[in-house]
């Protein structure tokens, strides 16, 4: 296996392993592989196929449990899921539910359909990732970050605090932002109103909104503005930032509220959760366990997908990021009064 990847010879080796199981299973048990009594595991997930049917399928030449994966095709896969799994309380069919992101995992758990789990490999991940009676746990994920264009502004010149946007050191209409009532920046706008206070979340709103800050259409307009020179500077998600970075654009990811005393970065993670009623439970714990184990995470920042671990530790390749100490819960309980101040403050830019 030399010069293979870290993850091609972890994968090799699982698959020698699973042979070998394979092959002492069918010199145990007549009928191995095949009949009534095979294992199985049916996962609901918002991650895309081409990043998680490789997952599904190592899980399953480790264990020897079929996982019939269900993948939402609409444009807003996390809603259609969750419409799916409350429509199916009564009589559930997913066992797993595998989140790109964790608000609507929390209205889940409000329904009532999760089930609690709380998983041995979860014991490093800080508690703000953990629901504290174990209905979800977060691993890895992305992060917000302002991408910089370097043409524009020198490394003495970038700011290193959200209060810095707020300053006349930069225009408004240098700075790009999505319209803040949808997806990441709804999220970021919820996580500051956490981290320091309602007053304080509209207060940051309103002053962004006063200034004149450029107000467009989703994550990918504000990368692109900052890659071309249209804006200093964009508040993006990581994924989109390095592949500006990644196509050579003269752009560079800063992330703010670093300090010691300071509010941190948002970080968006993965959930993962157990269904109430889980027709295959045990099933389950297993998938959860080999989903949040380290090496799980490694192997997803190292394939590209992940960009930041929620590790205590971190894990190798991961960018440095020091998130918001704020539970994941208190974000998803500022949600409604964020949005409506959006809504009032940012409505006329919809």
Same mark, same amino acid.
């Given at each position: 296996?030399?010069g293979?990847s ?6 090799a080796?699982? =698959?020698?392993?699973?042979?070998l @199981? !394979?092959?002492?299973?069918?010199g145990?048990?007549? !009928? ?13 997930t918002?991650?895309?196929?081409i ?8 899980f ?8 019939q994966?269900v993948y939402d095709?609409?444009a807003?896969?996390?809603t259609g899921?969750t ?9 559930p ?10 608000? *609507?995992?929390?209205?889940? *758990? ?7 789990y709380? &998983?041995?490999q979860a014991e490093?991940i800080?508690?703000e ?10 691993f ?17 010149e970038?700011?290193s &605090?959200i209060?810095?946007?707020l300053?006349d ?7 790009a ?7 990441t920046t =709804?999220t970021?706008?919820? @996580?500051?109103y956490a ?10 709103? *309103? &002053?962004l909104h006063?200034?004149g ?5 989703g994550?990918?307009?504000?990368r692109?503005?900052?890659?071309a020179g249209?804006?200093?500077?964009g508040?993006?998600d990581? $994924?989109?930032?390095k ?5 050579g654009?003269?752009v560079?990811?800063v ?5 010691? $005393?300071?509010m ?7 959930t ?5 009623g ?5 099933e ?6 080999y989903?949040l184990?380290p090496?799980m995470?490694?192997?997803?920042i190292?394939?590209?997908?992940f ?10 390749g991961g960018l440095?990021v ?11 309980? *500022?949600?409604?009064?964020a ?8 409505g006329?830019?919809?």
């Amino acid at each position: 296996m030399k010069g293979m990847s870290l993850h091609k010879r972890r994968k090799a080796a699982k =698959r020698i392993a699973a042979v070998l @199981a !394979g092959g002492m299973c069918c010199g145990l048990l007549a !009928g191995c592989g095949s009949g009534s009594g095979e294992r199985e595991l049916v996962v609901y997930t918002a991650v895309d196929q081409i990043y998680s049917e490789p997952i599904f399928e190592d899980f399953e030449e480790q264990t020897g449990i079929r996982v019939q994966a269900v993948y939402d095709l609409e444009a807003n896969k996390t809603t259609g899921l969750t419409n799916r799994l409350i429509a199916e309380k009564e009589n559930p069919v997913c066992d797993v539910f595998w989140n790109n992101e964790f608000v *609507q995992t929390m209205v889940l *758990q409000d329904e009532g359909l999760l089930e609690a789990y709380v &998983s041995p490999q979860a014991e490093d991940i800080p508690d703000e990732f953990k629901d504290s009676d174990g209905y979800w746990t977060a691993f890895g994920g992305r992060a917000r970050v302002l991408l910089v264009n370097t043409e524009l502004l020198s490394p003495e010149e970038y700011p290193s &605090s959200i209060y810095d946007l707020l300053s006349d050191r930069y225009p408004g209409d240098s700075i790009a932002i999505a319209y803040p009532m949808f997806g990441t920046t =709804r999220t970021q706008m919820a @996580a500051i109103y956490a981290a320091v206070g309602a007053e304080e979340g509209r207060y940051i709103m *309103q &002053s962004l909104h006063d200034k004149g800050v450029q107000v467009v259409d989703g994550n990918s307009v504000t990368r692109d503005m900052a890659a071309a020179g249209q804006v200093a500077m964009g508040y993006t998600d990581t $994924d989109d930032a390095k592949g500006a970075i990644a196509d050579g654009n003269p752009v560079e990811m800063v992330f703010l509220d670093q300090g010691e $005393d300071e509010m941190g970065n948002l970080i968006t993670p993965h959930t993962v959760a157990m269904i109430n009623g889980a027709p295959h439970s045990e099933e389950a714990k297993e998938f959860i366990d080999y989903l949040l184990d380290p090496a799980m995470e490694e192997r997803l920042i190292e394939d590209g997908f992940f960009d930041v671990s929620l590790r205590e530790e971190g894990a190798a390749g991961g960018l440095d990021v020091k998130g918001m100490s704020v539970n994941l819960r208190e974000i998803y309980e *500022q949600l409604e009064t964020a949005s409506e101040d959006i809504q009032e403050i940012f409505g006329d830019a919809s």
